[in-house]
């Protein structure tokens, strides 16, 4: 079992950046695939980026220059560093484990509770 809480969303002005953090337990993280997803209100669930027990990165390529991923094993953490945000980022955003590296949110078993971030013009 792994248990993700997220944390790190809010309200920003376009341009600000944001650090979201998803804290995870569980005797499986060390060895367990974390990605990040958002969704918007009447959209579909979409892949931001993804990052693996030895630290390979996956990023979405709409993202690619503004975010980026990275994972604290010592903290049980990984987190989402968000620049130069846009109005269309707007969304609420979750962390996921999934046993092997995927942009897939069907192959993710275990999903945080959300934060909300949005993006004020």
């Known amino acids: 079992q792994v248990q993700l809480v997220e944390s790190g969303g809010g309200l920003v002005q376009a341009g600000a950046s944001l650090r979201l953090s998803c804290a995870a337990s569980?005797?499986?993280?060390?060895?367990?695939?974390l990605g990040w997803f958002r969704q918007a209100p009447g959209k579909e669930r979409e892949f931001l980026a993804a990052?693996?027990?030895?630290?390979?990165?996956y990023l979405a390529e709409f993202v690619k220059g503004r975010f980026t991923i990275s994972r604290e094993n010592t903290k049980n953490t990984v987190y989402l560093q968000m620049n130069s945000l846009k109005p269309e980022d707007t969304a609420v955003y979750y962390c996921?484990?999934?046993?092997?590296?995927?942009?897939?949110?069907?192959?993710?078993?275990?999903w945080g509770q959300g934060t909300q971030v949005t993006v004020s013009s």
């Open positions: 569980g005797r499986a993280f060390s060895r367990t695939t």
């Open positions: 996921a484990a999934a046993n092997e590296p995927s942009y897939y949110y069907t192959d993710y078993t275990y």
């Open positions: 990052i693996s027990w030895n630290g390979a990165t």
